[in-house]
């Protein structure tokens, strides 16, 4: 059981550029969240997602897509890399909306310039 | 829309007891109060949550007054190995709003 795995663990972009970042969960939860997170800050829900085909923006949705075809995987799409992207961005799971216990992947460092 | 706030930083020794409060004004009367660690280079680690009262688990307790506007998380003899931004979370069921505290840095001293 490998719990929430993220690809890649580090990237470099050029203002610009686009990437995804990938999100898988081995443990069938049906909720899914992408935050990021800015040096010596907290954390900043970006997207989320209740289920298969369900998704929702959250607090900084802007410059970001996510797509949930599977219950596994929430992949998180930048189209035009900023500068103000550069974060470290972590994906989460959990099993149900009322508990607040989420499983986080160990995150995936962007650097934009 | 709920808002949390913790303190920046904490300093504390080894095997004493450390209490971090988070303020949450406007919680709804649904939320669950979760408290998150966190050390570097890794993402976060569920560590207790509760909803009312007193909530205890094998590394820490959980203190919450009847007003629900805050709450302690209590670390019993901490170690070195407790060194970490602690969080606190709290949402809306229904609507899905997480707010995050901005974090406790807790630095344990030998």
């Known amino acids: 059981n490998a719990g929430v795995t993220q690809t890649p663990k580090f990237r470099i972009l050029k203002i610009g550029q686009s990437m995804t970042l990938q999100c898988t969960q081995d443990m069938n939860h049906n909720y899914m969240y992408w935050y990021r997170q800015d040096p010596g800050m907290g954390l900043k829900l970006i997207y989320y997602s209740v289920g298969a085909g369900i998704t929702d923006k959250g607090e900084v949705p802007n410059g970001y897509n996510v797509s949930r075809s599977t219950t596994e995987d929430f992949p998180l799409r930048l189209e035009l890399a900023a500068p103000s992207q550069t974060s470290v961005y972590f994906c989460a799971s959990s099993w149900e909306q009322g508990s607040h216990e989420q499983y986080f992947g160990p995150g995936t460092r962007l650097t934009v310039t | 829309l709920a808002k949390t706030t913790q303190p920046i930083s904490m300093d504390s020794y080894e095997g004493q007891e450390v209490n971090i409060t988070c303020s949450h004004n406007n919680i709804a009367t649904n939320d669950y109060i979760t408290w998150y660690q966190q050390f570097p280079s890794q993402g976060p680690r569920f560590i207790i949550q509760g909803y009312k009262t007193k909530v205890t688990n094998e590394v820490a307790s959980l203190f919450i007054p009847a007003d629900r506007k805050s709450s302690t998380l209590s670390l019993p003899r901490v170690s070195l190995s407790d060194t970490a931004v602690y969080y606190c979370?709290?949402?809306?069921?229904?609507?899905?709003?997480?707010?995050w505290g901005a974090g406790t840095k807790l630095i344990i001293k030998p």
């Open positions: 979370l709290v949402g809306e069921g229904i609507n899905y709003q997480l707010i």
